[in-house]
């Protein structure tokens, strides 16, 4: 079974700092572009940062210059580091990828993890 399993949201002070992982597991091919996205209570999900399987990246306006993506192939991970968080920023944040399993290419989402900023 192919899943992707998000971790590292919490809680954070304004101005703080987390670290978003997402692993990606089970039998997988290739996996090519990954990204994270985020909904927030009454909002339509939102590209947050993408990342493709050559480290080109592309970023929310909102999150430039504040938020990183990256990627370890080895690892089939995805991560979101997040610096200089606004109370706007709360939200549940999602990991995408699309990934080549048993001949098919198809996106892919994971379970979601909460982060809250506030003081």
């Known amino acids: 079974q192919v899943q992707l399993v998000e971790s590292g949201g919490g809680l954070v002070q304004p101005g703080g700092s987390l670290r978003l992982s997402c692993v990606a597991s089970g039998s997988i091919f290739r996996i090519n572009a990954m990204g994270w996205y985020r909904q927030a209570p009454g909002k339509q999900r939102e590209l947050v940062a993408a990342i493709t399987s050559g480290s080109s990246t592309n970023y929310a306006d909102s999150v430039k210059g504040r938020f990183t993506i990256s990627r370890d192939n080895t690892k089939n991970t995805v991560y979101l580091q997040m610096n200089s968080l606004k109370p706007e920023d709360t939200a549940v944040y999602y990991c995408?990828?699309?990934?080549?399993?048993?001949?098919?290419?198809?996106?892919?989402w994971g379970q979601g993890t909460q982060v809250t900023v506030s003081s």
């Open positions: 995408n990828a699309r990934m080549e399993t048993s001949g098919l290419s198809r996106n892919y």
